[in-house]
């Protein structure tokens, strides 16, 4: 009880320094505008203005979070603990009755609050009309939707945590962040598909390997946990048959969404020790 105590009083510090610099004002309002623009006007080029579709709303959207969420965490996260190094204020938050996992802890939940907080808000009014146009069938998709770029975001939040712990100095561990985001967002993607062209379907990425692979990449777990929730988006994404059946399955999806998670601020946990 003693730690559980000690974890949230220092999640609830960083929170609220986090709601005093308005990041999660800035990053609602960002997720706000993006959000309600693609689901009103992202029909234009066919014509049509307003709600289309609970599956080309959510297509649309899944694009968007794969970009936004993991830069967003990851600058969220990146100075964690080196920036508590560099203002020397980590020794003082060390030399309190608190173990280093708890701290580490802390500062992940108090992150991920204020992370969870504006990407919640920044959703909202888009569920609310939502819910207008298509009912409780259009929502609980919706919310399948949030629930998984809610899980995007805390793995990232976890590499961001772990670069902060490996990092010596704030600003290697910034561009260290914006390297990552690059590999897993931009670059990762590319390489399979150019070792698949390059082994022109015989290599070792034939077959469900070059889908198994999709699982090293977060933001590819996203995408898989998306389109199979929807029957529609399997096939608008065109990869309806790249996916074996045994991935094609939300839980299993998020379950190793939740490695993701639990597995970055394992190692992170592990470096800290000293």
């Known amino acids: 009880m003693e730690a559980a105590r000690q974890i949230l009083t220092l999640a609830a510090k960083e929170f609220r320094e986090r ?6 004002l ?8 993006f959000s309600l623009a693609i689901t009103y006007f992202g029909g234009s080029a066919q014509g049509q203005i307003g709600p289309r579709s609970i599956e080309f709303i ?3 959207l899944v694009s968007l979070v794969i970009y936004l969420i993991p830069l967003i965490a990851l600058l969220l996260g990146f ?3 080196v920036g508590e ?4 204020s980590l020794d003082l938050l060390l030399a309190l009755p608190i173990t280093r996992l708890e701290l580490l802890l802390g500062k992940y939940l108090g992150l991920a609050a204020a992370l969870s907080l504006s990407t919640l808000s920044g959703f909202a009014l888009v569920a609310g009309l939502l819910w207008q146009q298509f009912g409780w069938a259009g929502l609980y998709h919706y919310l399948g939707f949030v629930l998984s770029a809610l899980l995007l975001g805390l793995a990232f939040l ?4 772990l670069l902060s712990v490996l990092a010596r100095e704030r600003t290697r561990a910034s561009g260290l962040a914006i390297a990552l985001w690059f590999f897993f967002v931009l670059v990762f993607d590319l390489v399979l598909l150019g070792l698949l062209v390059a082994g022109a379907g015989g290599g070792w990425l034939a077959g469900d390997a070059l889908a198994y692979a999709l699982l090293l990449n977060p933001a590819d777990v996203f995408r898989i946990l998306n389109i199979f929730s929807l029957e529609d988006m399997r096939t608008l994404y065109g990869l309806g048959t790249l996916v074996p059946p045994a991935m094609a399955k939300p839980w299993l999806m998020g379950l190793v969404m939740g490695v993701w998670i639990v597995l970055p601020l394992a190692l992170a946990r592990w470096r800290f020790r000293t």
Do not use: C, K, P, Y
């Open 79 to 81: 100075d964690a603990v």
């Open 26 to 33: 800035a990053v609602a309002l960002v997720f706000t505008l």
């Open 19 to 24: 709601m005093r610099n308005r990041w999660v």
């Open 158 to 161: 976890s590499l961001a945590v």
């Open 58 to 60: 959510i297509a649309s």
């Open 85 to 88: 190094r560099e203002r020397g």
